[in-house]
């Protein structure tokens, strides 16, 4: 039992790339997370996802995309990256609604210059 | 609007040294708060929870916090710290909007033990 994973554990992009970054869970969850973490600044919720081929827009939401085709993957997207973007990023997911019972993965470190 | 401040960004103690860790929330209601701890290179770990009764909660680890409502404070505290308890910790508040319930969480406090 795996949890959570994300994938890469690290990028490094040039200003205007694209990458897409994926979290599995093999907890059956239905809902799932993705945030970034800057310094200073907590956590923020950029989108999440209520169920198999739904996404919902979270807190900071623009410059990104992402996708939940199938329950236990949901991938974010990022079509144009911009220095800004530069942070760590988690994926979460939690059973229910709960979204306070959720369980992190381990990060991605994306860094764009 | 709603907000979580921590205002401390960094503490040093001492091992086996008592801690405590301050969050003040902005909220109309009381909301459901909690902490967080977050280990180097991982990701977050829900330490405990408050949603209503007593006010003093205990979590894993041997950490309590207390709610006080009068001060819109919810400080996390540990009677003896230990070197492992080095991590960065977030205070979140979870405002229901009647929609997906979200967390609103604090810039966090790192702290670091000394031997």
């Known amino acids: 039992n795996a949890g959570v994973t994300q994938t890469p554990k690290f990028r490094v992009l040039k200003t205007g790339q694209s990458m897409t970054l994926l979290c599995a869970q093999d907890?059956?969850?239905?809902?799932m997370y993705w945030y970034r973490q800057d310094p200073g600044m907590g956590l923020r919720l950029i989108h999440y996802s209520v169920g198999e081929g739904t996404t919902a827009k979270g807190e900071v939401p623009d410059g990104y995309n992402v996708s939940r085709l199938k329950k236990q993957n949901f991938l974010l997207g990022l079509e144009s990256a911009a220095p800004s973007q530069t942070s760590v990023y988690f994926c979460a997911s939690s059973i229910d609604r709960r979204i306070w019972e959720q369980f992190f993965g381990p990060g991605t470190r994306l860094t764009v210059l | 609007a709603q907000s979580v401040t921590q205002p401390d960004i960094h503490i040093t103690v001492s091992e086996g040294a008592s801690l405590e860790l301050r969050c003040n929330y902005s909220y109309g209601a009381t909301p459901y708060l909690f902490w967080y701890v977050q280990s180097p290179g991982q990701g977050l770990q829900l330490l405990l929870k408050y949603f209503s009764g007593d006010t003093l909660v205990q979590g894993i680890k041997g950490f309590e916090a207390e709610f006080k409502r009068s001060q819109s404070s919810f400080n996390l505290r540990k009677p003896s710290v230990h070197w492992s308890d080095a991590a960065e910790y977030f205070c979140?508040?979870?405002?229901?909007?009647?929609?997906?319930?979200?967390?609103?969480f604090g810039a966090g406090t790192r702290l670091a033990v000394h031997p």
């Open positions: 979140a508040v979870a405002p229901f909007s009647g929609g997906y319930n979200k967390l609103i």
């Open positions: 907890m059956n969850h239905e809902y």
